[in-house]
Nanobody, 124 residues
Framework: QVQLVESGGGLVQAGGSLRLSCVASVRIAANWAMGWFRQAPGKEREFLAAIRWSGGTTYYADSMEGRFTISRDNAKNTVWLQMNSLKPEDTAVYYC?????????????????WGQGTQVTVSS
């Protein structure tokens, strides 16, 4: 099993920035991918971004409008989500996830491994 641990969440004012980190307990295989999702109260889990471990091809939700950037360091088994120009609507629990699938990265159900989540709260 793969254990994922997120960190970096917290309280920030609108317009501010946060960088979330996710560290995997084991070496991520080259054919895997990792992604970020969020879930706000009363809302469905929402895809944000994903990155292929080998090559680093990225995928983003259209709704992010360039404010979020995903990156990874293979040697450190770590993926980051840089979040800029944060809005109150970004308030949610943010999760990282890992998958051995090579397609459908926007679908939460292709990710068998999930972190515990980290709370992000953006005040107005």
């Amino acid at each position: 099993q793969v254990q994922l641990v997120e960190s970096g969440g917290g309280l920030v004012q609108a317009g501010g920035s946060l960088r979330l980190s996710c560290v995997a307990s084991v070496r991520i295989a080259a054919n895997w991918a990792m992604g970020w999702f969020r879930q706000a109260p009363g809302k469905e889990r929402e895809f944000l971004a994903a990155i292929r471990w080998s090559g680093g091809t990225t995928y983003y939700a259209d709704s992010m409008e360039g404010r979020f950037t995903i990156s990874r360091d293979n040697a450190k088994n770590t993926v980051w989500l840089q979040m800029n120009s944060l809005k109150p609507e970004d308030t949610a629990v943010y999760y990282c996830a890992a998958t051995y699938r090579s397609d459908s990265y926007r679908n939460q159900y292709v990710y068998p491994y999930w972190g515990q989540g980290t709370q992000v709260t953006v005040s107005s």
